[in-house]
């Protein structure tokens, strides 16, 4: 099993890398995150890597960093979620993004990821809501303790009935109720965070 490889950027594909290790091209099949991080071609990288052995193909993944992998390996680990779907989510949002939706339940954001359907987003939901908290994830809080307030709790209801993301809500809360030095209602949140939603 190869686990991590270190060689020289060849090519930066659509989806892939070429890494060339003394001589050897080894395709390696990233999300777009892995790809923006990586630097200029004929110079040096290390990727970790996850192989897959199929009866008519084998392929690489390369991730920039361990966290990225065990991430892709939870995902991959749901029914119906394959390299592709968790590419694609990987690509879409950030470890801690989508960690966050995640635990808050929020299927609708996770649903955004090209080839993330609905059923697809809610079974993540189910099956990882629980394991998310194992995956390390710089600076990442994978509970939405800022939805224990009962007002915060309020105010991100009533922005989801309006129509927007239950992430998008919960993150917008969370930042107002932080920055302020004082006790907040329900009233003056709800009017904060529809500023900071329409900006």
């Known amino acids: 099993m190869i686990a991590k490889l270190k060689g020289l950027i060849d090519f930066i594909g659509n989806g892939f890398v070429i890494l060339d290790v003394q001589g050897v091209g080894y395709r390696l099949f990233c999300s777009?995150?892995?790809?923006?991080?990586?630097?200029?071609?004929?110079?040096?990288?290390t990727l970790h890597t996850e192989m897959q052995v199929r009866e008519d193909s084998i392929k690489l993944f390369g991730f920039i960093d361990s966290a990225e992998k065990e991430f892709f390996?939870?995902?991959?680990?749901?029914?119906?979620?394959?390299?592709?779907?968790?590419?694609?989510?990987?690509?879409?949002?950030s470890q801690q993004?989508?960690?966050?939706?995640?635990?808050?339940?929020?299927?609708?954001?996770?649903?955004?990821?090209?080839?993330?359907?609905?059923?697809t987003a809610l079974r993540i939901i189910t099956e990882l809501k629980d394991k998310v908290?194992?995956?390390?994830?710089?600076?990442?809080?994978?509970?939405?303790?800022?939805?224990?307030n009962s007002v915060s709790n309020d105010a991100i209801s009533a922005l989801i009935n309006l129509?927007?993301?239950?992430?998008?809500?919960?993150?917008?809360?969370?930042?107002?109720?932080?920055?302020?030095?004082?006790?907040?209602?329900?009233?003056?949140?709800?009017?904060?965070?529809?500023?900071?939603?329409?900006?």
């Not at 129509?163 to 932080?178: F, L, N």
């Open 163 to 199: 129509g927007y993301a239950k992430m998008d809500a919960s993150v917008v809360v969370s930042k107002i109720i932080k920055n302020s030095s004082e006790d907040l209602t329900f009233d003056k949140i709800v009017r904060e965070a529809l500023r900071e939603l329409s900006k």
């Open 133 to 148: 908290g194992s995956v390390p994830i710089e600076n990442a809080s994978t509970e939405c303790s800022f939805c224990s």
């Open 97 to 119: 993004d989508l960690s966050m939706a995640i635990a808050c339940s929020d299927s609708k954001t996770i649903s955004k990821a090209n080839g993330i359907g609905a059923k």
């Open 32 to 45: 777009n995150t892995t790809l923006s991080k990586l630097p200029p071609i004929g110079k040096v990288a």
């Open 73 to 93: 390996l939870l995902l991959t680990s749901v029914q119906g979620v394959g390299s592709k779907g968790a590419f694609s989510l990987l690509s879409t949002f």
